[in-house]
């Protein structure tokens, strides 16, 4: 076996001098020594302890050597058939490297997609020069996931020039005119070469670790020290830092943000778009400068231990290259990312003479700061916190019911929702997970009374997965409130972290982290969201590609199955009242101007979705983008007309087609965008917006509302005892 491996080795190495002469000089890429023991470590994890405990063999090497091509190239835009054929010898040798602790193979294949990538952009730097002929009828496969490997150089030079054709007319389209396209594009493949270049071993280990995890099962997943930090950040929802989100822009660390109330913002000697150069460690420590350094490596720097002191050289943002530089001494504090925190809102629905108010919580993900849990910590952050402290606040304000929306809530922590279930249930079964040997553990409510006892709805999308799954259908189950949306993911499957730098005592992160399928969880009624997902009592126009998205995408995803039902009390009875619901929703649908649109939306998103070219024939994009323009122009008309006020025709939020004209494809990357106008920037800009979706999540539950002042027997069906013997609703 391992004179095979072997083989496969000096045989790759052969090649590396065969392509010599394509591929442009660059030092190889080679492991380091203990990500080799790392990786034959993670075999050991996931052959003993994951759920369906795969053995590393010749079947399993095939799928993680595919999921590995994948991984490097799923657009088929890179290799060429050939590249493929040449390593297709290591496809059954991969478990041998694994257990012979010899990374070499994954390194060999890496090396060339990295040549491959040089290749590419150095060839579509060439290709600006002459410009292109926009009068063609030729059109781009923007969807190459079933495509053939593309079998010579110029049938590949040709994909990639429509690819560039394509850059270019995009930036033509928005109004660029030729020599600053090309400027642009140029740049911007620069650019991709650039960040190439800084390409480390830790990049390669954890892009092929993380292909072997996931072949196992989409999310088992293998963690570097670097991605299992982010993972803690965002589970914790802190950091300690100086309050700044920064981007690459043109080889300078730019700042793109400041946190409010971080020690950046707070000192007031830094602005968005100023330009951190260096970086030094204490008062008296030398500056480094970090001109042309990857983003990760200088976040690494300016993050730090609390307390402790950070000086930035910094290039200020209106300053010229050879600008005055100053120094800027900062120290770190914990940060909150409240972006990713639960918040709340209110939405009044006015029905007739009366207005009711409709609460709102909006929750990002199930987030829990484990460690801090762990250490006793009284005031740690967690999700169940933040939403019982809001569910107070809404009480306060007085809402006749509460939505809870889970859209792109892709899950989080267990616990958490198992605690948030209980704040709208009164005791009782949650979940119940089944372990690799069949034993079921039911997972429980055990604190008596309501948070919240009164109407309340969940508002879900494709994205909402695990978690958000467990607290939906726990609801839809228990009858404690309408489920409104798309239907979910169909992630029912439970993780647990096993962190490798722990099992072998190592005081730095080293080895990092492996995230592993261990269970798998069921609803109280012992059916799955495994598949099938929670499907919605009142499904809203489909905006999202449910056949491409989701846990039934995935080739390797787990069956679904059933088990006995856990022993629980429904809290209230909906069948009599969502008749009625669905029956007022439709007829908004087909009167409200509003789901009117979203609903057209849904429909012309999934006619493009359909489409598998876009065409690179100027007069016929500037026709479709004219289509666009009438269409945009014909609803201002319609805003006018009803509204008595002239209006842009804006698009409303949630998913919707983006109509505005600020939000129109401009060609640009969110990296070339100024301050300000970046998607993330657009996003928390169209928060601020009416979300139709949530609208009508409000109305609905404005409409239960009223049904249920109107019939006190409804009402005894349909909330918890505790909730009408309180004059709720």
């Not at 070339?672 to 539950?701: F, M, N, Q, Y």
Request: net charge neutral; hydrophobic share 40%; charged share 30%.
């Amino acid at each position: 076996m391992k004179k095979t491996l072997m083989c496969v080795v000096l045989w790759l190495c052969s090649l590396s001098v065969a392509w010599a002469l394509e591929s442009p000089a660059r030092t190889p890429l080679t492991p380091q020594q203990h990500q080799a023991s790392t990786a034959k470590m993670v075999a050991t994890l996931l052959s003993r302890y994951h759920y369906s405990a795969p053995p590393l063999d010749d079947a399993l090497s095939v799928k993680v050597f595919d999921h590995y091509l994948d991984a490097l190239d799923s657009e088929k835009v890179l290799f060429l058939q050939r590249d493929v054929d040449l390593y297709s010898a290591a496809r059954k040798r991969l478990d041998d490297a694994i257990l012979a602790e010899d990374m070499r193979v994954p390194f060999a294949l890496f090396n060339t997609y990295r040549d491959r990538q040089i290749e590419r952009y150095t060839y579509s730097r060439q290709l600006l020069k002459a410009g292109f002929d926009f009068t063609e009828k030729e059109t781009l496969d923007y969807d190459r996931k079933a495509a053939e490997w593309p079998r010579t150089q110029d049938e590949l030079r040709d994909l990639w020039r429509k690819r560039v054709k394509n850059d270019w007319l995009r930036l033509r389209l928005a109004g660029q005119k030729d020599d600053a396209i090309r400027a642009t594009l140029d740049k911007r493949y620069e650019g991709f070469l650039s960040r190439i270049d800084k390409t480390n071993a830790n990049d390669v280990f954890q892009v092929f670790m993380d292909a072997y995890a996931t072949a196992v099962d989409p999310h088992t997943n293998y963690l570097g020290p670097r991605a299992s930090e982010e993972f803690d950040i965002s589970m914790k929802l802190s950091l300690v830092g100086i309050g700044a989100v920064l981007q690459t822009r043109d080889e300078y660390t730019t700042i793109r943000e400041l946190v409010p109330g971080g020690p950046a913002a707070l000192s007031g000697k830094l602005k968005v778009g100023d330009r951190i150069v260096g970086v030094g460690q204490g008062t008296n420590a030398a500056v480094t400068e970090v001109l042309g350094w990857r983003l990760d490596d200088v976040v690494s720097q300016i993050r730090g231990k609390l307390d402790t002191v950070v000086v930035l050289d910094v290039l200020p943002g209106d300053a010229g290259l050879d600008g005055k530089r100053k120094l800027i001494q900062l120290t770190r504090k914990k940060i909150s990312i409240e972006e990713q925190a639960a918040r709340k809102s209110i939405i009044e629905v006015k029905e007739g003479a009366s207005v009711r108010k409709i609460g709102v919580i909006t929750l990002p993900s199930f987030y829990e700061d484990f460690e801090a849990r762990r250490q006793g910590d009284k005031e740690f952050r967690s999700a169940s916190r933040d939403v019982s402290r809001l569910l107070g606040e809404l009480k306060k304000d007085k809402v006749d019911g509460v939505v809870v929306d889970l859209r792109n809530n892709g899950g989080g922590s267990l616990r958490q929702a198992v605690e948030i279930t209980g704040l709208f249930i009164d005791q009782g079964p949650v979940v119940q997970q089944r372990d690799a040997q069949g034993k079921v553990v039911v997972e429980s409510d055990t604190r008596p009374g309501f948070a919240w006892s009164g109407p309340m709805a969940v508002l879900i999308n494709r994205f909402s997965a695990s978690a958000s799954e467990i607290f939906a259908a726990a609801i839809q189950d228990y009858g404690r409130g309408v489920v409104l949306g798309e239907p979910s993911f169909g992630k029912g499957t439970v993780q647990t972290v096993v962190s490798l730098d722990q099992l072998l005592k190592s005081e730095k992160p080293v080895y990092g982290e492996v995230k592993l399928t261990v269970a798998e969880f069921f609803r109280v009624n012992g059916d799955t969201t495994q598949l099938r997902g929670v499907k919605p009592d009142i499904a809203f126009p489909l905006l999202s590609d449910v056949e491409r998205l989701g846990e039934s995408s995935f080739d390797n995803a787990l069956p679904a199955i059933q088990i006995k039902p856990a022993g629980f009390t429904p809290a209230g009875e909906l069948g009599g009242l969502i008749p009625d619901l669905r029956s007022r929703y439709q007829l908004r649908l087909s009167s409200d101007r509003a789901l009117k649109r979203l609903s057209e939306d849904a429909d012309e998103i999934a006619a493009l979705r359909k489409r598998m070219t876009v065409s690179l024939n100027e007069a016929d994009r500037r026709a479709e983008r004219d289509a666009q323009d009438a269409r945009q122009k014909q609803r201002a008309a319609e805003d006018a007309k009803a509204t008595g006020k002239a209006g842009k025709g804006k698009a409303v939020a949630g998913g919707a087609i983006a109509l505005d004209p600020d939000d129109a494809d401009d060609g640009l990357l969110d990296s070339e965008r100024p301050a300000g106008k970046t998607r993330t920037d657009k996003a928390k800009k169209k928060r601020e917006e009416p979300d139709v979706l949530l609208t009508e999540s409000a109305r609905i539950l404005s409409d239960e509302v009223g049904l249920l002042k109107g019939d006190a027997r409804l009402a005894a069906k349909v909330l918890p005892r505790a909730a009408v013997t309180a004059g709720n609703p």
